[in-house]
């Protein structure tokens, strides 16, 4: 708790000149309710503190709506500047980005710079592989559902009245670099395409907030096939390693203040969903009033994927994440009906898992969640659901080695599981109290 | 471990184009003859014991009078298991490692629908499923950690998904 303290004092000092310097904060600053100030904590200035203005200016809005093209999609608003701008003529605000814990680094839509912006993002260079070191670094991002293809740029990132200064970003689909083959074959389907501008909705790219303050301690280490490429010309790109310094960033991580993680705080739905829901993105964990970690949260290590083991009807699977990047809960059970991708029982399944850190550090958590058949609820045509599921098979498979079962089988507690609750993605080498990252916690 | 450094070792022999492909016959390099296979042990209780001396080529990881499962381990760390039926057509394959393995010559001929799969519509970052359709592929994962499975039902032993890891 001295760590706590000590940070809480700092963040209400610093918070404190965040205020004075936009002039008073702004309005949202005006509600407290909710915030459970430490009954220990001891205060240096009167033992019966009056209730301090809010400081949530580490906070953004998130928003999930029918705009981003898919249910369960949430999304952000974030500012793109050329870095080190002396002013923000330059800079262009994209919205619809995706909040996604289950990646790193900020990726966004050339469609959605303007062309004055694209043409002043400073081209990152300086590939581990690269003799002369001044060819553009691009990137084969893999994603489960795809991959996106794109340059390496540098901006400045503003998160709401936060910035990430000169941080390495990814431009997709600017057209200037041909995706070598084994970006193709491995990523499959490209993302690219399905970005930006599509009617009244829009899908603008991905803010990624995951464990990591880089995108691949991989890369950095060995050339690994669709991952990072230098391109000397726009049809010749070659793989390599790139130092992490130069990989696309956490725009969490490059904050200055507020930056060893997030908070994640969307409302509990009704039943059968709701058109649209806001809630909040907290940049910092346990740095201010509105971030604290309570002292009964479930905090559960992961490990360096971001991964932790569900024990789910007996079964240990640990390919598991908390992933706000995935829309729906994603885990196999052959007794419920499906459509397609989608579960579809005749009524509501009331059914629990248990989280564990595959380390065996901490204690398991069960957590009860609820299936309901997605044809059903999303013939209303809302963004947000709090029981939609989906099959995610596995096949059986033995080594034959130690006799043992292996399964591929993952267990995905995508955004249904962030209805009603604060979710904590705290960052590799941070520190909450006495607890250290990366981990997650609700 | 024996089996994984036999996989290794013929994992290093084959150049990538030789996995299998889905709806076709394994690859020579991670298959044993058919009579080979047909020996084994047909229980589904214990997995077969393949040993090091009784094989100069991969054998089955598992194998039931149903189907064989190959496993195979390339440089990258990505491990891809075929599941072969009797008649040595591969009917399933399921993947796991750092990135994802190269799907168009795993795939062959039904990459196209693993990419229109996903360009079809827009679904996040996310787990990619698709249950319509010939093949049917669900991609999982997060980068730094890929996971799936495709498969072609119409080949699929009738237990198999009934079975599900039972």
Redo the contacts between chains.
């Keep these: 708790m001295k760590t706590f303290s000590h940070t809480l004092g700092v963040a209400l000092l610093s918070a404190s000149v965040v205020l004075s310097a936009c002039g008073g904060g702004s309005g949202e600053s005006s509600t407290n309710s909710g915030i459970n100030w430490p009954a220990s904590a001891s205060w240096p200035v009167t033992p019966t503190p009056p209730s301090p203005p809010v400081d949530t200016s580490n906070s953004v809005p998130i928003v999930v709506d029918t705009s981003?093209?898919?249910v369960n999609?949430p999304s952000v608003t974030v500012t793109l500047c050329p870095a080190g701008a002396p002013n923000n003529s330059q800079c262009v605000t994209v919205t619809n980005m995706?909040v996604?814990t289950?990646?790193?680094g900020v990726r966004v839509a050339s469609s959605a710079l303007s062309p004055a912006l694209n043409a002043q993002l400073l081209t990152q260079v300086g590939a581990t592989d690269d003799k002369v070191g001044s060819a553009p670094i691009v990137q084969c991002?893999?994603?489960?559902?795809?991959f996106t293809w794109g340059p390496i740029k540098r901006a400045d990132v503003i998160l709401g009245n936060k910035k990430a200064s000169n941080i390495p970003i990814q431009v997709i689909g600017d057209g200037g670099y041909t995706a070598p083959d084994?970006c193709?074959?491995?990523?499959?389907?490209?993302?690219g395409?399905?970005l930006g501008a599509n009617g009244n909705r829009a899908?603008n790219g991905?803010v990624g907030i995951?464990h990591f303050v880089r995108?691949?301690?991989?890369a950095a280490k060995s050339v690994?096939?669709?991952?990072y490429y230098y391109c000397p010309t726009t049809d010749s790109c070659t793989g390599t390693r790139v130092p992490l310094t130069r990989q696309v960033m956490n725009p969490v991580a490059g904050l200055a203040t507020n930056n060893n993680g997030t908070v994640i705080r969307l409302p509990a739905l009704p039943a059968g969903g709701q058109v649209r829901v806001t809630g909040q993105l907290i940049f910092g964990v346990g740095t201010q009033a509105n971030n604290a970690l309570p002292a009964n949260a479930n905090i559960l290590q992961v490990d360096?994927?971001?991964?932790f083991t569900t024990q789910y009807q007996g079964?240990a699977i640990i390919?598991s994440?908390i992933?706000s990047?995935?829309?729906g809960y994603?885990f196999?059970d052959?007794t419920i009906p499906?459509t397609?991708?989608w579960y579809t029982p005749p009524s509501d399944q009331a059914l629990s898992a248990t989280m564990a850190s595959t380390n065996g550090t901490g204690n398991p958590v069960m957590v009860q969640f609820s299936i309901g058949n997605a044809t059903n609820m999303m013939g209303s045509g809302y963004a947000a659901y709090d029981n939609l599921g989906?099959?995610?098979?596995?096949?059986?498979?033995?080594?034959?080695?130690t006799?043992n079962?292996l399964?591929?089988?993952?267990f995905?507690w995508?955004l249904p599981f962030f209805y009603g609750r604060s979710v904590y993605t705290v960052l590799e080498n941070a520190r909450v109290g006495t607890q250290a990252g990366p981990f997650v916690a609700f | 471990m024996r089996f994984v450094k036999i996989a290794l070792a013929a994992a290093t022999l084959l150049p990538l184009t030789s996995h299998a492909v889905l709806g076709g016959a394994p690859a020579a390099g991670s298959s044993a003859p058919v009579s080979l296979r047909a020996t084994r042990q047909a229980a589904s209780s214990t997995a077969s014991t393949a040993s090091a001396s009784s094989a100069s080529v991969a054998t089955p990881a598992y194998s039931t009078s149903a189907y064989s499962v190959y496993e195979s381990r390339d440089a990258d760390g990505i491990t891809v298991r075929e599941y072969v039926l009797p008649s040595n057509v591969v009917f399933a394959l399921t993947w796991q490692g750092p990135v994802r393995p190269d799907m168009k010559a795993l795939l062959g001929n039904y990459f196209s629908n693993f990419v229109s799969a996903g360009e079809e519509r827009l679904r996040g970052t996310g787990t990619l499923i698709q249950h319509n359709g010939e093949l049917q592929i669900e991609s999982a994962g997060r980068p730094g950690h890929f996971f799936g499975t495709a498969y072609l039902p119409r080949l699929m032993p009738a237990d198999l998904r009934a079975n599900n890891l039972q």
């Design positions: 981003m093209d898919a999609q995706l996604d289950g990646s790193v991002a893999l994603f489960a559902s795809g084994d193709t074959s491995r990523g499959g389907p490209d993302l395409p399905l899908f991905i995951g995108d691949s301690s991989l690994i096939p669709a991952g360096g994927n971001g991964l079964r390919n994440a992933d990047g995935t829309n994603a196999s052959a499906t397609g991708e989906m099959y995610l098979a596995s096949l059986p498979v033995y080594d034959v080695s006799n079962m399964s591929e089988e993952g995905l995508g």
